[in-house]
């Protein structure tokens, strides 16, 4: 939400790491898009897709509602990230 990408990244890494179950959306996946890795954030989604199948662009708004403006525009980078790498 900060526009801190390499934070995002680090904190979502390691989220995946503690449990890689851990349903939230893959946002070090949109950090490496915005920090100009699309290769490698592809991999890191289509990875978090292989464990989370069932998982759409949808449910980002369950786990980041709201709709102070500045939530609003960060949920809809992370959207527009991740669709950037193939997510629907």
Same mark, same amino acid.
């Given at each position: 939400?900060?526009?801190?990408?390499?934070q995002?990244?680090?904190?979502?890494?390691?989220?995946? &790491?503690?449990?890689?179950?851990?349903?939230?959306? !893959?946002?070090? /996946?949109?950090?490496?898009? @915005? $920090?100009g %890795?699309?290769?490698?954030?592809?991999?890191?989604?289509?990875?978090?897709?292989?464990?989370?199948?069932?998982?759409?662009?949808?449910? &980002?708004?369950?786990?980041?509602?709201?709709?102070d !403006?500045?939530? /609003?525009?960060?949920?809809? @980078? $992370?959207? %527009?990230?991740?669709?950037?790498?193939?997510?629907?």
């Amino acid at each position: 939400m900060l526009n801190q990408y390499e934070q995002a990244r680090d904190w979502g890494q390691t989220a995946q &790491i503690s449990n890689p179950n851990l349903p939230w959306p !893959p946002i070090h /996946a949109a950090a490496l898009v @915005r $920090l100009g %890795s699309k290769v490698e954030g592809k991999v890191v989604l289509d990875d978090f897709l292989l464990r989370h199948p069932k998982y759409e662009i949808s449910d &980002i708004g369950q786990r980041l509602g709201g709709a102070d !403006p500045r939530v /609003a525009e960060s949920r809809d @980078r $992370l959207i %527009s990230s991740l669709r950037e790498i193939g997510m629907r």
